[in-house]
């Protein structure tokens, strides 16, 4: 998915920046595409390495390619692409915002600006009218239900509206640099593919063993990954706890604390969304949260945003009293 280029129509960009949404049949043609290639690729993926298992037994050079590159890619999008890019929860030095931007790339959920625009549309009108992936857009029931977690899991990606990065994330396009990087999306989709391959066949000097890279660090890694994010916007909005009020349904999920790097804790991120942190208590699982804190020690990190106890405190203190009034 391409985002238009700034600065080249001055005054048709002042035209479109009031527009929330554009209408392109090129864009919803690369929209499609791109949902059809990171949807079906992983898939076919994991299936024919799983069905190799038989033939060729999982090593721990699987592993570890499944591994770090799930890590990697993972740490992109929940520390550059969400927590930097999207909330500027905290700073970081450019070569660091870089760094996230490819690592984020590599998980296949679109260019980073495009990303921004994207989440912060659906922040804005999260459960309601134009939220591009909310689970609830018809009356409950157990048929609705599954219907809503099939459209907010994969098939929103399909048809959605595509945001206006010069409405939702026009200091991104004044940066040329981030620019730049984001417009090179699928290199770096693809340089996460080839970089398991490449050290697969390394270590077992072997066509087999490239093959078992590009397989297990590349697409089972892709099929994991996407799935892992795609149950923040479906599971995270349907099933949970909800220890705060906000105005939409999200929920806390322990149990995929760990595949979404702490993404799960998504009710307290809808209720603190500007904190870089989005485990509140010490068993809250936050892999996120635990790289901005090394960052901050380093100094590689800084004016990072916390939520204070004090805060969560008054707004638990509100939340009772609501239901207590109620």
Request: net charge positive; aromatic share 14%.
């Amino acid at each position: 998915m391409s985002n238009n280029s700034p600065g080249n129509h001055s005054s048709e960009a002042t035209t479109h920046s009031s527009k929330k949404v554009i209408q392109k049949s090129a864009l919803k043609k690369s929209q499609q595409f791109h949902a059809f290639l990171i949807t079906l690729l992983p898939l076919l993926g994991t299936i024919i390495a799983v069905s190799l298992l038989g033939k060729y037994r999982i090593s721990i050079t699987e592993i570890s390619l499944f591994l770090t590159m799930w890590i990697a890619s993972g740490t992109g999008i929940t520390v550059g692409f969400h927590r930097l890019f999207t909330h500027r929860s905290f700073k970081t030095s450019k070569v660091i915002q870089v760094i996230l931007v490819i690592l984020g790339s590599m998980a296949g959920q679109g260019p980073l600006i495009y990303w921004v625009a994207l989440h912060r549309r659906h922040h804005e009108c999260s459960d309601q009218l134009g939220d591009p992936h909310s689970p609830h857009q018809q009356e409950a029931s157990n048929l609705k239900i599954f219907r809503g977690l099939a459209y907010a899991h994969i098939l929103w990606m399909f048809d959605h509206e595509i945001p206006n990065p010069l409405y939702y994330a026009p200091e991104l396009l004044r940066d040329k640099i981030l620019f730049k990087v984001s417009q090179l999306y699928f290199v770096w989709f693809c340089l996460g593919l080839v970089f398991p391959t490449v050290i697969g066949g390394f270590i077992y000097q072997s066509f087999s063993g490239a093959f078992l890279g590009f397989l297990w660090g590349g697409l089972v890694r892709l099929f994991f990954v996407e799935h892992a994010i795609w149950s923040v916007n479906s599971i995270m909005h349907i099933y949970g706890e909800r220890p705060f009020q906000t105005n939409e349904r999200s929920t806390n999920n322990l149990w995929l604390a760990i595949p979404t790097l702490g993404e799960s804790w998504h009710n307290n991120h809808h209720a603190f969304n500007s904190s870089a942190f989005f485990g509140m208590k010490w068993w809250q699982i936050d892999w996120g949260g635990y790289v901005i804190r090394t960052l901050e020690f380093l100094n590689l990190a800084w004016d990072v945003k916390k939520s204070t106890k004090q805060m969560i405190e008054n707004r638990s203190a509100w939340v009772q009293s609501k239901s207590v009034i109620n």
